[in-house]
């Protein structure tokens, strides 16, 4: 079967070389944001009997071993709960296995396999996290700026440091606007990031914190870019009560069976928590300007394609 890409031409291409380099950049200055604020980087888990379930379609994908199960990793967002036992702030750069339909292709933001910087803070509020992320991006864009010029001058992409705070809109404002779209149409008005706050239980998964008094809806957001690039973050509160987490899992008409070995950890104890996932692909692709993500990787891995 052929290939989608040549990569012999594709890994020769001025858009890969330069958004790679700014992608190296991005990680680095991550790790070493995090680092200097306490946050202790630990392993990714590439398989496992529980994943995220994510809330859109998607391929399963998952591999037998001595006849137990195990999920390829769709995000780590279980295993950073449990992680805030050993430690009050984790991060890691997690590789992401989502295999996405093959209209996905189309968006331009999406990849089957891609890396997200995902972390977590023991007993912090949405409203921290959110903080840390605005602070985070800031620097990642100073950084870029100052060390990828001849890169982002090549791409002809001129980066504004934008103001803070970000701005903020409701989920039901955004959708009362401008309806299913919303996403899409506000992200291509936008000049700078802006958050969407407080979705409802049904576009969510289960882990997201619903408030204790306005049910059916969530402590969590997303953060997104600027000039229609769409999503770059999720995250939020979460929920870490073991009754609680039971009825959101059925409330999602899922079996609680299936996510045995977390349940088993809830049930002793889990702290509560707040974190965000970032896709690094994505914010790469937003900072260099790129319409399409694959350029933002040497292997790309393009929804409903053979890639190697
Ligand atoms: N659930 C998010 C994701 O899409 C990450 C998070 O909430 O931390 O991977
Ligand atoms: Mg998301």
């Known amino acids: ?97 989502r295999l996405e339909l093959a209209e996905k292709a189309r968006t331009g933001r999406h990849l089957f396999e891609f890396t997200q910087l995902d972390l977590e803070v023991k007993g912090a509020s949405r409203e921290e996290v959110m903080q840390l992320a605005e602070e985070m991006f800031i620097e990642i864009l100073k950084r870029v700026k100052e060390c990828c010029k001849p890169e982002l001058e090549k791409l002809g992409r001129e980066l504004k440091i934008p103001s803070r705070p970000f701005k903020r809109i409701s989920f039901e404002e955004a959708y009362n606007e401008y309806g299913k779209e919303y996403e899409e149409i506000l992200s291509s008005e936008a000049k700078e990031p802006f958050w969407i706050i407080d979705f409802p239980k049904w576009k969510r998964e289960f882990y997201d914190r619903e408030f204790e008094d306005r049910e059916g809806w969530l402590a969590d957001m997303d953060l997104i870019y600027p000039e229609g ?26 079996d609680p069976k299936e996510y045995f070995f977390y349940l088993e950890i809830a049930k002793r104890g889990l702290p509560p928590s707040a974190g965000f996932g970032i896709g690094i692909e994505r914010l790469t692709r937003y900072i260099c300007g790129l319409r399409d993500i694959k350029y933002t990787t040497p292997f790309p891995k393009i929804p409903g394609k053979y890639c190697i």
């Open 1 to 97: 079967m052929l290939q989608v890409i040549d990569l012999h031409e594709f890994l020769k291409d001025e858009r890969v070389r330069c958004a790679v380099k700014v992608g190296s950049i991005i990680r680095y200055t991550m790790a070493e944001f995090l680092q200097n604020k306490g946050f202790i980087e630990i392993p990714p888990v590439i398989i496992s009997p529980v994943t995220d379930p994510l809330a859109h379609p998607i391929f399963n994908g998952e591999i037998s071993y001595y006849d137990n199960k195990y999920y390829l990793t769709r995000s780590m967002i279980f295993h950073k709960q449990m992680a805030l036992l050993a430690f009050d702030k984790i991060f890691c750069f997690s590789p992401n296995i």
């Open 229 to 254: 690039f769409g999503e770059a973050l999720s995250g939020g509160e979460r929920e870490y009560k073991y009754e609680r987490i039971v009825k959101r899992i059925q409330d999602s008409k899922m």
